[in-house]
C-alpha cells in the first residue's frame, strides 16, 4: 500500500517571505505523479503543481515550485514571495494505479502581513 | 473555463434519511471520482467510474451507492444516514490519458442531524 507523509501540520510565513512544505512518499509504482493541492478556508480543493517522476526536472507555476528527490521519495512544494491569499491547508497527493488519489495528512500554512 | 459542478452544495438531513449528490463533470472528461473529507481530515477515497462503468472502490459503505450517466454526470446515493457521515463530499473528474490530474469541484456540505 502506498502511503503519504506530512510531518508539518501547522507553518507560518511572513507576506512576501519564501516557505517550503515538506511531503514524504511510498510507492511501488515506477512512473507515476505526485499532486499539491491547495484548500483554503471555502475548502474549495485547487491543484497547484504536478510533477511526472520520470522528468528529473523539476515543475514550476509561478510563484509555486517542487522540490522533487525521486530516490529519496520526496516532494517538497516551495512558494516564493508569500501572499495573504496563499494561506490555506496544503495537501500532497499521490496516485495509485487506479488513478485513486492518497492524500498526506495536509499542512496548515497561515501567511502573516 | 468550465470547471466541475456540484449540487447541492449544501444539505441537512435527519439520521435514516436519504440523499443524492449530483456531479457534472468538466466538459469532455470522461471519469469521475467522489472523496469524503471528514472534519479535520484529508480527503477518503470513495469510488470512481470511467465511461459510465465503476473502475476503483474504496472505502465506501454498503449504505452509499452511486453511478455515472450517458451524459457522464453521476450521483452518489446515500441512504440510511448516519451522524458520521456528515463530511464534505467532492467529486472530481479527469480526462484519459491523463486521468492522474484531477479537477475537485466545491463540494457538498453534508449535515446529518
Known amino acids: 500500500a502506498q502511503t503519504v507523509t506530512q510531518s508539518q501540520p501547522e507553518m507560518s510565513v511572513q507576506e512576501a517571505e519564501t516557505v517550503t512544505l515538506s511531503c514524504t512518499y511510498d510507492?511501488?509504482?515506477?512512473?507515476?505523479?505526485l499532486f499539491w493541492y491547495k484548500q483554503p478556508p471555502s475548502r474549495q480543493m485547487i491543484l497547484v503543481i504536478r510533477?511526472?517522476?520520470?522528468?528529473?526536472q523539476n515543475a514550476t507555476e509561478n510563484r509555486f515550485s517542487v522540490n522533487f528527490q525521486k530516490a529519496a521519495k520526496s516532494f517538497s512544494l516551495k512558494i516564493s514571495d508569500s501572499q495573504l491569499g496563499d494561506t490555506a491547508m496544503y495537501f500532497c497527493a499521490l496516485p495509485n494505479a487506479g488513478n485513486m488519489l492518497t492524500f498526506g495528512g495536509g499542512t496548515r500554512l497561515m501567511v502573516k502581513p | 473555463a468550465a470547471g466541475v459542478i456540484q449540487s447541492p452544495r449544501h444539505l441537512i438531513k435527519e439520521k435514516r434519511e436519504t440523499a443524492t449528490l449530483k456531479c457534472y463533470p468538466i466538459?469532455?472528461?470522461?471519469?469521475v471520482y467522489w472523496y469524503q473529507q471528514g472534519p479535520g481530515q484529508d480527503p477518503q477515497f470513495l469510488i470512481s467510474?470511467?465511461?459510465?462503468?465503476?473502475?476503483d472502490k474504496g472505502s465506501i459503505p454498503d449504505r452509499f451507492s452511486a453511478q455515472q450517466f450517458s451524459d457522464y454526470h453521476s450521483e452518489l446515493n446515500m441512504s440510511s444516514l448516519e451522524l458520521g457521515d456528515s463530511a464534505l463530499y467532492f467529486c472530481?473528474?479527469?480526462?484519459?490519458?491523463?486521468?492522474?490530474?484531477?479537477?475537485f469541484g466545491p463540494g457538498t456540505r453534508l449535515l446529518v442531524l
Open positions: 467510474f470511467y465511461e459510465k462503468m465503476q473502475s
Open positions: 510533477q511526472e517522476a520520470y522528468k528529473q
Open positions: 466538459p469532455r472528461h470522461d471519469t
Open positions: 510507492t511501488s509504482e515506477n512512473n507515476y505523479y
Open positions: 472530481a473528474s479527469s480526462l484519459a490519458p491523463d486521468k492522474e490530474t484531477q479537477y
